[in-house]
């Protein structure tokens, strides 16, 4: 099933869809998602949360042995974190922060551990700050994602990342991997925040400059902060990038380059390597919200009435190997998710708002409109992935396979 079978929906907000879209069409990455085990939650025990900043933790989850297969990651990955909070459950995705064979030993991680910046009037991050303690129990959902490294060889390499704020957990792991992998690899990373304050990961990012003095190269940017190089005080827009892409990070020296921060940095970094002639098929970015303001809990897995002699759209899915159908009455227009929910409650799925790829799903026959897509990746569309949060039917019978 090719990508003409997946349309795009208009609707508000579509400048800026679009302009994610573009980016994410221009910037194809070779190779499959890496997808070891479908996404699926466990419990895992708590095991240390630890204070980074005043608004920020770090939280270590215990792997039993049984799960250290299915929880082995590639540093850049997330995993999606689930809990009731007021009776309603609350999914939300985050960045795995630490190298990905860190206290591993050849059979999978013994841990793995997640930085949560509170987000002020956050619902998930602001109980995570307050009410999670080590000894808890919480549901963590396998990792997924694709923001990690396309190079088959590190001997050598330069990799270059921009973070923002939280942004810098998955570029902790890939760092502290990329230096760690190769004894000739060099990583820079430009790290902005408002002031010293904020800065996550402080000492851990001084110790990793120790350990590698010559291969990393570090720069905090702080914009509320005075520092003693000019360039790295104020907040990063077009001309302070310039300078340093000029001054910092040479782009012609760089193999691959990790964006992530909000929507509008991304982008500012997208468009001035595009400007220097930087292949985006080297660039690749995340981006934690869409940066639209206020989010609805999805309403995944709501109830549909089916009246009689109703037209239908069918959709057959196969999960873990089992198929089902159900009927969608058309007058619905719900998700392939709301649907398959219905019928299956542990279809995967976290933000159910196009942003973190959990729902992605391989359409085999048939054709959708897709509201949303800041996730999916142009070589995905091209070989017929869909996001199943944001795919609404548009023919008579659609088949989705969530196992590939
Ligand atoms: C792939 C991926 C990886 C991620 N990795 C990380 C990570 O490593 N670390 C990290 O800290 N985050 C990460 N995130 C973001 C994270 O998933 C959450 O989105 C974030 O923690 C905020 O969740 P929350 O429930 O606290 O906030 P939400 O409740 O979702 O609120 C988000 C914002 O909306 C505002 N808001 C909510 N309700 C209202 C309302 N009624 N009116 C007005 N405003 C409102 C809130 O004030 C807040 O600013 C990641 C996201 C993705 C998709
Ligand atoms: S559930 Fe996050 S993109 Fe669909």
């Known amino acids: 099933m090719a990508r003409d079978a997946i349309r795009h929906a208009p609707g508000p907000g579509d400048a800026q869809r679009e302009r994610v879209a573009e980016a994410l069409l221009t910037s194809a990455v070779g190779g499959p998602r890496e997808r070891k085990h479908r996404a699926r939650f466990h419990t895992l025990r708590v095991a240390a949360v630890r204070p980074l900043t005043d608004a920020s933790i770090e939280v270590t989850f215990a792997l039993p042995e049984e799960l250290r297969d ?13 809990a009731t909070l007021d009776g309603h459950e609350v999914r939300r995705s985050y960045s795995l922060c630490r190298a990905a064979d860190s206290g591993g030993g050849g059979d999978g991680p013994r841990t793995i551990s997640v930085a949560i ?7 998930f991050s602001t109980w995570a700050q307050t009410e999670l303690h080590v000894g808890d129990e919480i549901d963590v959902m396998s990792p997924q994602g694709t923001f990690t490294s396309k190079l088959a060889d590190l001997d050598g390499a330069h990799v270059a990342g921009i973070a923002a704020g939280s942004g810098i957990t ?23 925040n408002r002031s ?3 800065v996550m990961f402080l000492d851990e990012l001084s110790d990793l400059k120790d350990r590698y003095p010559t291969r990393l190269a570090l720069h905090h940017v702080l914009s509320r902060e005075q520092r003693t190089a000019p360039l790295l005080s104020g907040r990063i827009d077009e001309s302070r990038l310039r300078r340093i892409l000029d001054e910092l990070v040479l782009p012609d020296t760089v193999d691959e380059w990790f964006l992530c921060g909000p929507y ?19 660039v690749r ?9 206020e989010r609805a809990e999805p ?3 709501r109830p549909v009435v089916l009246g009689a002699d109703e037209p239908v759209r069918r959709i057959e899915f196969s999960l873990d190997g089992q198929s089902q159908s ?4 058309v007058s619905a227009n719900e998700t392939i998710l709301n649907a398959a929910l219905r019928v299956r409650p542990d279809v995967p799925f976290a933000c159910a708002g196009g942003v973190c790829g959990t729902c992605r799903a391989h359409l085999r026959e048939g054709s959708v409109t897709m509201t949303e897509n800041y996730a999916l990746e142009p070589d995905e569309l091209e070989r017929g992935y869909i996001l199943t949060c944001q795919s609404h039917p548009t023919t008579d019978t659609v088949v989705v396979d969530y196992d590939v």
Do not use: I, N, W
């Not at 902790?172 to 990583?187: K, N, P």
């Not at 995340?286 to 639209?292: A, N």
């Open 170 to 192: 998955p570029l902790m792991a890939l760092a502290a991997t990329v230096l760690a992998r190769s004894d000739t690899s060099r990583f820079t990373l430009v790290y902005t």
């Open 264 to 282: 509008e940095l991304v982008q500012l970094c997208r468009d001035a390597l595009a400007d220097r002639g930087v292949d985006p098929a080297h």
């Open 117 to 123: 910046k509170r987000d002020a009037g956050g619902r």
């Open 70 to 82: 299915e929880f082995d990651y590639l540093a850049g990955q997330h995993v999606a974190l689930r």
């Open 326 to 329: 159900v009927d969608s009455p």
């Open 285 to 293: 970015y995340e981006l934690f919200t869409t940066g639209e303001g």
């Open 299 to 301: 309403a995944a897995g």
């Open 196 to 198: 010293s304050l904020d």
